[in-house]
């Protein structure tokens, strides 16, 4: 299948997706809960690091740094888990809810948590081999960067919907990957494609209210800058939302080889 029927897959699989958001709308509270939840903790953590450092290069900010890369990674490992599993419900013919997400998610806490730690330190491995002086480090980091994100990608699923070993999860996800690596590649490209729309829409229509509201005064200023965050922030959620759903989807195609009802259209490839 070439790229123009890859991206066509991708299209696909984020029409899909919309349709499942459509009909379960409250799937949003997931990336929403999570984002919210990421903020509070780099501000709270950051804040706390920083001040106890001094600022200061340290052992103590390095550790800092590093639980805080770990907590990043688990809370949005979490949320994403949760929003897998109420997806995953949806296609069934059930009825998701966000506490049933989240007790599910609730339910693998230390095998996310596990994931978190490991992707901490893949994460400042890589980090040192690219701020390597040379030319060579940084490829490296950049092509062992992109190996780790394949390897990874189904992870999170393979640890909410599967019984697996901490050096299992890995081998897992990528024998998926394997299995379905156009899918996965569309439904990043299409869920992409379809978040950019949004966010260009949004802009538009701050740009109509900059046109309209008088931004000249403190009041008409602040009008318009409260639309253009809500609206941006409102694309990027719904993509993350769509993302999740669109990688559930592949998922689900790849370890009961049937594609969800939403996803009847998408021509999945036959292994």
């Given at each position: 299948?070439?790229?123009?029927?890859?991206?066509?897959?991708?299209?696909?699989?984020?029409?899909?997706?919309?349709?499942?958001?459509?009909?379960?709308?409250?799937?949003?509270?997931?990336?929403?809960?999570?984002?919210?939840?990421?903020?509070?903790?780099?501000?709270?953590?950051?804040?706390?690091?920083?001040?106890?450092?001094?600022?200061?290069?340290?052992?103590?900010?390095?550790?800092g740094l590093f639980v805080l890369y770990v907590g990043e990674t688990f809370i949005a490992s979490f949320f994403t888990a949760g929003l897998m599993y109420a997806t995953r419900e949806a296609f069934h013919g059930e009825?998701?809810?966000?506490?049933?997400?989240?007790?599910?998610?609730w339910r693998h806490k230390w095998p996310l948590l596990a994931w978190a730690v490991v992707a901490a330190v893949v994460g400042?491995?890589?980090?040192?081999?690219?701020?390597?002086?040379?030319?060579?480090?940084?490829?490296?980091?950049?092509?062992?960067?992109?190996?780790?994100?394949?390897?990874?990608?189904?992870?999170?699923?393979?640890?909410?919907?599967?019984?697996?070993?901490?050096?299992?999860?890995?081998?897992?996800?990528?024998?998926?990957?394997?299995?379905?690596?156009?899918?996965?590649?569309?439904?990043?490209?299409?869920?992409?494609?379809?978040?950019?729309?949004?966010?260009?829409?949004?802009?538009?229509?701050?740009?109509?209210?900059?046109?309209?509201?008088?931004?000249?005064?403190?009041?008409?200023?602040?009008?318009?800058?409260?639309?253009?965050?809500?609206?941006?922030?409102?694309?990027?959620?719904?993509?993350?939302?769509?993302?999740?759903?669109?990688?559930?989807?592949?998922?689900?195609?790849?370890?009961?080889?049937?594609?969800?009802?939403?996803?009847?259209?998408?021509?999945?490839?036959?292994?």
């Open positions: 299948m070439g790229l123009f029927s890859r991206l066509r897959t991708g299209l696909r699989l984020a029409r899909g997706s919309l349709s499942v958001l459509r009909d379960h709308p409250h799937l949003l509270w997931f990336p929403l809960i999570g984002g919210l939840a990421g903020v509070a903790f780099f501000a709270t953590l950051a804040g706390s690091v920083l001040i106890a450092s001094g600022g200061r290069e340290s052992p103590l900010l390095y550790a009825t998701p809810t966000v506490r049933g997400g989240l007790a599910a998610a400042v491995l890589i980090r040192a081999i690219e701020e390597s002086s040379d030319v060579g480090g940084k490829v490296v980091a950049l092509l062992f960067g992109v190996a780790w994100s394949v390897l990874t990608y189904f992870v999170v699923p393979v640890v909410v919907f599967e019984d697996t070993s901490l050096t299992g999860m890995f081998g897992r996800s990528g024998q998926i990957v394997r299995d379905v690596w156009g899918e996965s590649l569309g439904a990043e490209a299409g869920v992409g494609i379809v978040t950019f729309l949004l966010a260009l829409v949004g802009l538009g229509l701050s740009a109509i209210v900059f046109l309209v509201v008088p931004t000249g005064t403190t009041v008409g200023f602040a009008a318009f800058l409260a639309v253009a965050v809500v609206l941006v922030f409102g694309a990027v959620l719904v993509g993350e939302t769509l993302s999740g759903i669109a990688k559930t989807a592949v998922y689900v195609y790849a370890t009961e080889d049937e594609a969800p009802g939403y996803f009847s259209s998408v021509p999945f490839g036959r292994r």
